[in-house]
Protein backbone atom coordinates (compact mmCIF):
# COMPACT_ATOMS: atom_id res chain seq x y z
CA UNK A 1 0.00 0.00 0.00
CA UNK A 2 1.66 3.54 -0.74
CA UNK A 3 1.15 5.50 2.29
CA UNK A 4 -0.64 8.55 2.41
CA UNK A 5 -1.00 11.57 4.98
CA UNK A 6 -3.47 14.58 4.53
CA UNK A 7 -3.47 17.36 6.88
CA UNK A 8 -5.67 20.64 7.71
CA UNK A 9 -5.32 23.88 9.82
CA UNK A 10 -8.71 24.31 10.87
CA UNK A 11 -11.41 26.24 9.29
CA UNK A 12 -11.20 29.80 9.13
CA UNK A 13 -13.60 33.21 8.20
CA UNK A 14 -10.27 33.76 6.18
CA UNK A 15 -6.57 33.98 6.98
CA UNK A 16 -5.02 37.58 6.22
CA UNK A 17 -2.19 38.03 3.92
CA UNK A 18 0.17 38.72 6.28
CA UNK A 19 -0.59 34.85 7.81
CA UNK A 20 -1.09 33.35 5.10
CA UNK A 21 2.67 32.18 4.11
CA UNK A 22 3.68 31.51 8.03
CA UNK A 23 0.42 29.18 8.18
CA UNK A 24 1.32 28.04 4.31
CA UNK A 25 4.89 26.80 5.64
CA UNK A 26 3.46 25.21 8.89
CA UNK A 27 0.83 23.26 7.29
CA UNK A 28 3.53 21.55 4.63
CA UNK A 29 5.81 20.99 7.24
CA UNK A 30 3.21 18.87 9.18
CA UNK A 31 2.04 16.89 6.42
CA UNK A 32 6.24 16.46 5.68
CA UNK A 33 6.85 15.15 9.17
CA UNK A 34 3.58 13.14 8.81
CA UNK A 35 5.18 11.44 5.11
CA UNK A 36 8.52 10.62 6.21
CA UNK A 37 7.33 8.89 9.32
CA UNK A 38 5.20 6.86 7.05
CA UNK A 39 7.99 6.19 4.47
CA UNK A 40 10.27 5.10 7.33
CA UNK A 41 7.81 2.04 7.67
CA UNK A 42 5.86 3.82 10.59
CA UNK A 43 2.58 3.15 11.60
CA UNK A 44 -0.58 5.76 10.77
CA UNK A 45 -0.83 6.59 14.34
CA UNK A 46 2.98 7.45 14.35
CA UNK A 47 1.91 9.45 11.42
CA UNK A 48 -0.89 11.37 12.53
CA UNK A 49 0.41 12.27 15.69
CA UNK A 50 3.81 13.17 14.21
CA UNK A 51 2.28 15.37 11.99
CA UNK A 52 -1.02 17.07 14.94
CA UNK A 53 2.70 17.41 17.05
CA UNK A 54 4.05 19.80 14.38
CA UNK A 55 0.69 21.90 14.46
CA UNK A 56 0.13 22.12 18.14
CA UNK A 57 4.02 23.27 18.34
CA UNK A 58 3.10 25.86 15.79
CA UNK A 59 1.37 29.33 17.47
CA UNK A 60 -0.33 30.36 13.77
CA UNK A 61 -2.79 27.51 14.82
CA UNK A 62 -5.19 26.81 17.27
CA UNK A 63 -4.19 24.16 19.12
CA UNK A 64 -0.93 23.55 21.91
CA UNK A 65 0.58 27.02 21.73
CA UNK A 66 -1.62 28.74 19.52
CA UNK A 67 -4.48 27.56 21.50
CA UNK A 68 -7.11 30.80 21.97
CA UNK A 69 -8.22 31.75 24.92
CA UNK A 70 -11.42 31.12 27.14
CA UNK A 71 -13.33 33.95 29.51
CA UNK A 72 -11.01 34.00 31.61
CA UNK A 73 -8.18 34.83 29.47
CA UNK A 74 -6.96 30.59 29.77
CA UNK A 75 -5.83 27.85 27.82
CA UNK A 76 -8.12 24.94 27.79
CA UNK A 77 -7.30 21.95 25.06
CA UNK A 78 -9.54 19.18 23.44
CA UNK A 79 -7.67 16.18 21.42
CA UNK A 80 -8.68 12.65 20.17
CA UNK A 81 -6.45 9.80 18.21
CA UNK A 82 -7.80 6.47 16.89
CA UNK A 83 -6.18 3.53 15.00
CA UNK A 84 -8.27 2.05 12.42
CA UNK A 85 -7.05 -1.41 12.94
CA UNK A 86 -8.94 -2.37 15.76
CA UNK A 87 -10.87 0.83 16.88
CA UNK A 88 -8.88 1.74 19.75
CA UNK A 89 -9.44 5.61 20.60
CA UNK A 90 -7.84 7.70 23.16
CA UNK A 91 -8.98 11.60 24.27
CA UNK A 92 -8.75 14.58 26.72
CA UNK A 93 -10.37 17.48 26.67
CA UNK A 94 -10.23 20.95 28.88
CA UNK A 95 -6.33 19.90 29.46
CA UNK A 96 -4.12 23.02 30.82
CA UNK A 97 -0.14 23.07 30.94
CA UNK A 98 0.78 20.40 28.86
CA UNK A 99 2.49 21.51 25.51
CA UNK A 100 1.06 18.57 23.25
CA UNK A 101 -2.29 16.83 24.05
CA UNK A 102 -2.55 14.66 21.52
CA UNK A 103 0.57 12.86 22.86
CA UNK A 104 -1.40 12.39 26.27
CA UNK A 105 -4.63 11.07 23.95
CA UNK A 106 -2.51 8.88 22.53
CA UNK A 107 -1.15 7.55 26.07
CA UNK A 108 -5.00 6.95 27.06
CA UNK A 109 -5.66 5.09 24.22
CA UNK A 110 -2.46 2.83 24.74
CA UNK A 111 -1.95 3.38 28.89
CA UNK A 112 -5.51 2.56 30.04
CA UNK A 113 -8.45 0.80 29.71
CA UNK A 114 -10.52 4.40 29.19
CA UNK A 115 -11.10 6.18 26.21
CA UNK A 116 -11.72 9.48 27.37
CA UNK A 117 -9.76 11.41 30.10
CA UNK A 118 -10.92 15.12 31.30
CA UNK A 119 -9.27 18.40 33.03
CA UNK A 120 -7.62 17.11 36.47
CA UNK A 121 -8.10 13.26 35.94
CA UNK A 122 -6.36 13.95 32.51
CA UNK A 123 -3.79 16.22 33.97
CA UNK A 124 -3.03 13.53 36.78
CA UNK A 125 -2.49 10.96 34.06
CA UNK A 126 -0.27 13.21 32.26
CA UNK A 127 1.89 13.83 35.54
CA UNK A 128 2.19 9.59 35.85
CA UNK A 129 3.29 9.13 32.59
CA UNK A 130 5.92 11.71 33.25
CA UNK A 131 4.77 14.40 30.62
CA UNK A 132 6.35 17.48 31.76
CA UNK A 133 3.59 20.39 32.95
CA UNK A 134 4.38 23.38 31.54
CA UNK A 135 3.23 26.83 33.26
CA UNK A 136 0.11 27.90 31.16
CA UNK A 137 1.12 31.36 30.50
CA UNK A 138 3.64 29.69 27.91
CA UNK A 139 0.47 28.99 26.15
CA UNK A 140 -0.80 31.87 25.83
CA UNK A 141 -0.14 34.25 22.97
CA UNK A 142 -0.38 38.11 22.74
CA UNK A 143 -1.85 37.49 19.37
CA UNK A 144 -4.85 35.30 20.94
CA UNK A 145 -4.72 37.92 24.18
CA UNK A 146 -6.17 40.65 21.22
CA UNK A 147 -8.36 38.30 19.69
CA UNK A 148 -10.60 37.53 23.59
CA UNK A 149 -10.29 41.21 23.97
CA UNK A 150 -11.75 41.76 20.25
CA UNK A 151 -14.31 39.35 20.99
CA UNK A 152 -15.39 40.52 24.59
CA UNK A 153 -15.95 44.04 23.12
CA UNK A 154 -18.02 42.44 20.30
CA UNK A 155 -19.64 39.89 20.96
CA UNK A 156 -19.85 39.87 24.71
CA UNK A 157 -19.66 37.18 27.40
CA UNK A 158 -19.95 33.43 26.38
CA UNK A 159 -21.11 34.12 23.10
CA UNK A 160 -20.11 32.14 19.97
CA UNK A 161 -19.56 32.90 16.16
CA UNK A 162 -20.48 29.88 13.91
CA UNK A 163 -18.35 31.57 11.10
CA UNK A 164 -15.67 32.66 13.45
CA UNK A 165 -14.73 29.43 15.37
CA UNK A 166 -14.01 27.08 13.46
CA UNK A 167 -9.78 26.42 13.96
CA UNK A 168 -8.97 22.95 14.99
CA UNK A 169 -5.85 20.70 13.63
CA UNK A 170 -5.93 17.24 12.24
CA UNK A 171 -4.21 14.49 10.27
CA UNK A 172 -5.31 11.46 8.40
CA UNK A 173 -2.79 8.70 7.22
CA UNK A 174 -3.02 5.26 5.42
CA UNK A 175 0.17 2.98 6.36
CA UNK A 176 1.66 0.73 4.00
CA UNK A 177 0.39 -2.00 5.91
CA UNK A 178 -3.15 -0.67 5.12
CA UNK A 179 -4.14 0.56 8.29
CA UNK A 180 -5.61 3.94 9.15
CA UNK A 181 -5.50 6.25 12.08
CA UNK A 182 -6.92 10.08 12.53
CA UNK A 183 -5.62 12.79 15.05
CA UNK A 184 -7.61 15.99 15.97
CA UNK A 185 -6.36 18.86 18.06
CA UNK A 186 -7.87 22.26 19.14
CA UNK A 187 -7.87 25.18 22.12
CA UNK A 188 -11.62 25.35 21.06
CA UNK A 189 -13.54 28.48 20.62
CA UNK A 190 -12.34 31.99 21.58
CA UNK A 191 -14.17 33.23 24.77
CA UNK A 192 -15.70 30.15 25.76
CA UNK A 193 -16.98 29.06 28.92
CA UNK A 194 -14.83 27.72 31.29
CA UNK A 195 -15.33 23.44 30.71
CA UNK A 196 -16.68 23.92 27.52
CA UNK A 197 -15.74 21.01 25.39
CA UNK A 198 -16.31 20.56 22.03
CA UNK A 199 -16.26 17.68 18.67
CA UNK A 200 -12.13 17.76 19.09
CA UNK A 201 -12.06 15.25 21.45
CA UNK A 202 -15.74 13.19 20.39
CA UNK A 203 -14.86 10.00 19.08
CA UNK A 204 -17.05 9.95 15.52
CA UNK A 205 -17.61 13.91 15.59
CA UNK A 206 -13.65 15.61 15.72
CA UNK A 207 -12.86 12.21 13.55
CA UNK A 208 -12.94 8.43 13.12
CA UNK A 209 -11.01 5.80 11.93
CA UNK A 210 -11.55 2.31 10.57
CA UNK A 211 -9.31 -0.12 8.11
CA UNK A 212 -12.72 -0.97 7.00
CA UNK A 213 -14.19 2.32 5.28
CA UNK A 214 -10.60 5.42 5.66
CA UNK A 215 -10.07 8.00 8.25
CA UNK A 216 -11.27 11.51 8.91
CA UNK A 217 -10.46 14.58 10.79
CA UNK A 218 -12.90 17.06 11.13
CA UNK A 219 -13.22 21.34 12.16
CA UNK A 220 -15.26 23.50 12.47
CA UNK A 221 -18.12 24.95 14.83
CA UNK A 222 -17.66 22.01 17.39
CA UNK A 223 -21.70 22.40 18.61
CA UNK A 224 -22.86 21.70 15.08
CA UNK A 225 -20.69 19.22 14.64
CA UNK A 226 -21.69 17.29 17.69
CA UNK A 227 -24.98 17.31 16.85
CA UNK A 228 -24.74 15.24 13.65
CA UNK A 229 -21.61 13.56 14.18
CA UNK A 230 -19.82 14.61 11.37
CA UNK A 231 -16.77 12.35 11.26
CA UNK A 232 -19.01 9.24 11.54
CA UNK A 233 -22.02 10.77 9.01
CA UNK A 234 -19.55 10.91 6.24
CA UNK A 235 -17.78 7.50 6.67
CA UNK A 236 -21.59 6.25 6.77
CA UNK A 237 -22.41 7.75 3.22
CA UNK A 238 -19.08 6.05 2.20
CA UNK A 239 -20.40 2.87 3.65
CA UNK A 240 -23.67 3.41 1.38
CA UNK A 241 -21.75 3.42 -1.40
CA UNK A 242 -20.74 7.48 -2.14
CA UNK A 243 -17.34 8.28 -3.76
CA UNK A 244 -15.42 10.74 -1.32
CA UNK A 245 -16.34 13.68 -2.82
CA UNK A 246 -20.43 12.60 -2.30
CA UNK A 247 -19.82 11.63 1.43
CA UNK A 248 -17.90 15.17 1.86
CA UNK A 249 -20.54 16.98 0.11
CA UNK A 250 -23.56 15.10 2.01
CA UNK A 251 -22.41 15.52 5.32
CA UNK A 252 -21.03 19.11 5.29
CA UNK A 253 -23.85 20.21 3.56
CA UNK A 254 -26.58 18.78 5.80
CA UNK A 255 -24.91 20.26 8.44
CA UNK A 256 -24.87 23.45 6.89
CA UNK A 257 -28.54 23.25 5.97
CA UNK A 258 -29.58 21.78 9.24
CA UNK A 259 -27.83 23.81 11.28
CA UNK A 260 -26.51 26.80 9.48
CA UNK A 261 -22.94 25.39 10.89
CA UNK A 262 -19.71 25.91 8.73
CA UNK A 263 -16.60 23.43 8.99
CA UNK A 264 -14.23 21.31 6.87
CA UNK A 265 -12.75 17.58 6.78
CA UNK A 266 -10.13 15.88 5.17
CA UNK A 267 -10.66 11.96 4.37
CA UNK A 268 -8.55 8.78 3.55
CA UNK A 269 -9.82 5.61 1.95
CA UNK A 270 -8.73 2.36 2.84
CA UNK A 271 -7.87 2.28 -0.42
CA UNK A 272 -5.65 5.28 -0.66
CA UNK A 273 -8.04 7.87 -2.12
CA UNK A 274 -7.73 11.52 -0.13
CA UNK A 275 -10.35 14.40 -0.56
CA UNK A 276 -10.26 17.82 1.07
CA UNK A 277 -13.81 19.80 1.76
CA UNK A 278 -14.94 22.99 3.45
CA UNK A 279 -17.83 25.70 3.63
CA UNK A 280 -15.91 27.89 6.03
CA UNK A 281 -14.10 30.78 3.44
CA UNK A 282 -10.68 29.02 3.77
CA UNK A 283 -8.89 26.05 5.43
CA UNK A 284 -5.07 25.10 4.90
CA UNK A 285 -4.42 21.73 4.21
CA UNK A 286 -2.02 19.25 2.43
CA UNK A 287 -1.82 15.90 1.49
CA UNK A 288 1.18 14.17 0.34
CA UNK A 289 1.54 10.66 -1.42
CA UNK A 290 3.21 9.09 -4.27
CA UNK A 291 6.18 11.35 -3.71
CA UNK A 292 4.17 14.81 -4.29
CA UNK A 293 2.73 16.93 -2.34
CA UNK A 294 -0.45 18.78 -2.79
CA UNK A 295 -1.45 21.92 -0.43
CA UNK A 296 -3.35 25.09 -0.13
CA UNK A 297 -5.48 27.51 1.55
CA UNK A 298 -8.38 28.98 -0.19
CA UNK A 299 -10.75 27.38 -2.50
CA UNK A 300 -9.71 26.60 -6.33
CA UNK A 301 -5.78 26.87 -4.88
CA UNK A 302 -3.70 24.02 -4.95
CA UNK A 303 -0.13 23.85 -5.61
CA UNK A 304 1.78 20.88 -6.57
CA UNK A 305 5.19 20.10 -5.64
CA UNK A 306 7.73 17.01 -5.30
CA UNK A 307 8.81 16.22 -2.00
CA UNK A 308 12.28 15.87 -0.85
Known sequence: MNPVVVVHGGGADNVSEDRKERVRRGIVRAATVGYSILQEGASAVDAVEGAVTVLEDDPEFNAGCGSVLNVN????????????????????????????????????????????????????????????????????????????????????????????????????????????AYATSTGGIINKMVGRVGDTPCIGSGGYADNDIGAISTTGHGESILKVNLARLTLFHIEQGKTLEEAADLSLGYMKSRLKGLGGLILVSKTGDWVVKWTSASMPWAAAKDGKLHSGIDLDETTVTDLP
Not at 88 to 95: E, K, L, P, Q, T
Not at 145 to 163: P, T, V
Not at 169 to 174: E, K, P, Q, R, S
Open 73 to 180: GEVEMDASIMDGKDLSAGAVSAVRCVANPIKLARLVMEKTPHCFLTNQGAEKFAAAMGIPEIPGEKLVTERNKKHLEKEKREKGAQKSDCKKNLGTVGAVALDRKGNV
